[in-house]
């Protein structure tokens, strides 16, 4: 015998959870795309002190991490033999939540 009570109540668990799991993706979708920017950021800042560890300008170094990561800023500081570099940027989930990411990798200064 079906209790007439229970019905619909599939429907209203799914419509309770629906929200949770569309949240849960964007977020996964969103911790995704900063882990890609994150690496684009190593990946400039690497190529960035090898420019300028081979004597390249600060703006040559600069383009290659505006290029790799638009809007991202680059600061530069010796440290003995090798030249380094910061790489920042900010990544934007939606309106509310910035995740702020930085890389830094060195050179040898004066390589060839």
């Known amino acids: ?3 007439l009570g229970d019905r619909g109540s599939v429907a209203a668990e799914l419509a309770l959870a629906l929200p949770a799991v569309l949240i849960a993706l964007l977020l996964g979708a969103g911790a995704l795309g900063a882990a ?5 950021l190593q990946d400039a800042s690497a190529d960035a002190a090898r ?4 004597g390249e300008d600060a703006g040559a170094a600069a383009g290659v991490i505006g290029a790799a990561v638009p809007g991202a800023g680059m600061a530069q500081h010796a440290r003995g033999d090798l030249v380094c570099v910061t790489a920042t940027s900010e990544f934007t989930v939606g309106r509310l939540i910035r995740v702020p990411l930085r890389a830094s ?3 040898l200064s004066g390589g060839k």
């Open 36 to 40: 890609a920017q994150q690496v684009r």
């Open 1 to 3: 015998m079906k209790r």
């Open 51 to 54: 420019l300028l560890g081979r």
């Open 105 to 107: 990798s060195c050179a």
